[in-house]
């Protein structure tokens, strides 16, 4: 099945540590996304990546760091540099006009 | 620049009841409008979208949604209310021509169907 999957689905960090959420789809797009989700919020967009070893900042890329190297892999690190990291974090692709997302990882910081 | 408003962000229905959730943009040039729905601690998935052509748009699961341009609107309707449907909903625009990671999505509004 074509999908795009994240892993952990749940983790778990302590104050200053960095910590690397993974993203993987087999869908063979290009374009790539990471999207942050707080509680009674909207998707607000951290990075995106349109082709491989090229990405761009999005609204809230501070204390944020992704890589591009393959086209089907998108790994956003949370750096200890973002003051609040806790929150609910969306992968998601995009073909033509359409984004496809992944089932989330709830990153909570203890 | 573009918004998206959601008006309500809670909407509480009877089972077999009409579903209508509410979603207002603001776009300077035309948009493409799209309703995804997400289930407790699940990504979103794609209901439907609107780029052009036919003014209404039917999705999954049974919903429609009309773009008004002249009330820049695209409500989400849905004839008869299932258990199933509880779920948030999100709105979300962006300028036609721009790529995905220019969407912006609305807070979302949370539907309760109520047996």
């Known amino acids: 099945d074509g999908g795009i999957t994240q892993s952990p689905k749940y983790l778990f960090r302590k104050e200053g540590q960095n910590v690397t959420l993974s993203c993987e789809q087999n869908?063979?797009?290009?374009?790539m996304y990471w999207y942050r989700q707080d509680p009674g919020q909207g998707l607000r967009l951290i990075y995106y990546s349109q082709i491989v070893n090229d990405f761009q900042k999005g609204d809230i890329a501070e204390g944020y760091s992704v890589s591009r190297e393959k086209k089907e892999s998108f790994p956003l690190t949370v750096t200890s540099a973002q003051k609040n990291p806790t929150a609910f974090y969306l992968c998601?692709?995009?073909?033509?006009?359409?984004?496809?997302f992944g089932p989330g990882t709830r990153l909570t910081v203890l | 620049a573009q918004s998206v408003t959601q008006l309500g962000s809670h909407v509480s229905v009877s089972e077999g009841a009409l579903v209508l959730l509410r979603c207002n943009y603001s776009?300077?040039?035309?948009?493409?409008l799209f309703w995804y729905v997400q289930y407790p601690n699940q990504g979103l998935q794609l209901l439907l979208k609107?780029?052009?052509?036919?003014?209404l748009v039917k999705g999954i699961n049974g919903f429609e949604a009309e773009f008004k341009k002249s009330e820049t609107s695209f409500h989400l309707t849905k004839p008869s209310a299932h258990m199933s449907d509880a779920a948030e909903y999100f709105c979300a625009v962006r300028r036609w021509g721009t790529n995905a990671g220019k969407s912006t999505f609305g807070d979302g509004t949370t539907l309760t169907v109520k047996p």
């Open positions: 869908l063979n797009h290009d374009a």
């Open positions: 776009s300077s040039v035309p948009p493409y």
């Open positions: 998601a692709s995009s073909e033509m006009d359409t984004q496809y």
């Open positions: 609107y780029t052009t052509g036919a003014t």
